[in-house]
Nanobody, 124 residues
Framework: QVQLVESGGGLVQAGDSLRLSCAASGHAFSNYVVGWFRQAPGKEREFVAGIMRSGGGTYYRDSVKGRFTISRDNAKNTVYLLMNSLKPEDTALYYC?????????????????WGQGSQVTVSS
């Protein structure tokens, strides 16, 4: 089990950038795949981006491809989500989640550990 804490959210204008961080504590963080999810009011939680244990593989939902970049630093037990060219439709509560597996999935129900979330609000 790992404990996750997100940071870096805020209120920005359309076209701006933000970088979210997900700091993990616990054992063997490098054994976990990590996903970023988001949930807007009245909508289901959705997969945004994911990264394999070594950082060698990354995956994105179509609407953020080319704008968002996920990365990790296992020495610092931290995963990042760099968000460029933000749009109002990116407004949501962003969560990081970890799964003690070598398989990355898009289904939030398959993730064991979650952070509390970081709010991202993009104004037009």
């Amino acid at each position: 089990q790992v404990q996750l804490v997100e940071s870096g959210g805020g209120l920005v204008q359309a076209g701006d950038s933000l970088r979210l961080s997900c700091a993990a504590s616990g054992h063997a963080f490098s054994n976990y795949v990590v996903g970023w999810f988001r949930q807007a009011p009245g909508k289901e939680r959705e997969f945004v981006a994911g990264i394999m244990r070594s950082g060698g593989g990354t995956y994105y939902r179509d609407s953020v491809k080319g704008r968002f970049t996920i990365s990790r630093d296992n020495a610092k037990n931290t995963v990042y989500l760099l968000m460029n060219s933000l749009k109002p439709e990116d407004t949501a509560l962003y969560y990081c989640a970890a799964r003690n597996s070598m398989v990355l999935t898009h289904d939030p129900l398959t993730y064991d550990d979650w952070g509390q979330g970081s709010q991202v609000t993009v104004s037009s």
